[in-house]
């Protein structure tokens, strides 16, 4: 398995001074000597205070770029201080810090290992036009990747060296890029992809980026989606 050392926590976030520092605390509880950044995406509350009180490294963006803007951030700073991977970690504590030396195996013969919500760990659900698109867009992505995968649009993933390189320079920042069209973008740059199962749990504080009628034009986003990340130019993951 990589070792811990040579890897970045890297955790996307957006006003989330409720959650993140349980969050922090239980990364280094979890995991002692462990490297966490917090990118702070144009947070209007104290999460930038908050995280560094609890021990993280920081970076802050004037203002909010989503979820890719913040993450492709994080990758080019891991680029730039020798972290060989990146774990992404959301802060809200709905991923499990506990499953991070899972993620982290996996890396030892792919490049991505994605932690999927709906592979038997668990009792995570979705319903309506969210999990109809979730269910098409694994089937399809599934055959892009070559790899047998039932949630695609998981933002807990650990990333190895080639994926780290490739998404420092790459990484999508629009809606739903950071999942989608990285895949994509990585599949066609050469890295490969598997995922392990992950229990998920409820929110530990904030405002969820999902609502109703977010999730009522959820599909045809995520066809948008699709299509322009298999309308791009694939890259190349050398340096």
Avoid at 96 to 118: C, N
Avoid at 124 to 129: A, I, K
Avoid at 203 to 224: E, Q, T, W
Wanted: a neutral charge; one cysteine or more.
């Amino acid at each position: 398995m990589p070792a811990l050392d040579h890897t970045l926590i890297v955790m996307p976030a957006f006003n989330e001074e409720e959650a993140l520092g349980p969050v922090i605390a239980e990364v280094f509880a979890s995991h002692p000597g462990a490297h966490c950044l917090v990118v702070s995406d144009g947070s209007i509350d104290s999460t930038v205070q908050v995280a560094r009180d609890a021990g993280a490294l920081v970076l802050a963006l004037p203002f909010n770029l989503g979820v890719g803007g913040a993450m492709r951030l994080g990758f080019l700073y891991a680029l730039e201080n020798g972290y060989q991977n990146v774990i992404q970690l959301d802060a809200d504590g709905q991923h499990d810090p506990a499953s991070i030396p899972q993620l982290l195996a996996g890396l030892d013969s792919v490049d991505i290992v994605i932690g999927a919500r709906f592979a038997g760990e668990g009792d995570y659900e979705v319903r309506g036009p969210r999990r109809w698109a979730m269910r098409l867009l694994a089937s399809i992505l599934s055959r892009i990747t070559r790899a047998p995968l039932t949630d695609v649009t998981s933002g807990f993933k650990a990333m190895g060296p080639r994926a780290v390189r490739l998404f420092a320079r790459n990484y999508p920042a629009e809606y739903l890029g950071d999942t989608i069209e990285a895949l994509v973008l990585a599949s066609r740059g050469g890295c490969t992809v598997t995922q392990v199962p992950v229990a998920m749990r409820p929110r530990a504080g904030g405002v969820p980026s999902h609502n109703p009628f977010k999730s009522a034009i959820y599909l045809g986003r995520a066809a948008m989606a699709l299509t322009i990340a298999l309308w791009r130019t694939p890259v190349s993951t050398k340096s």
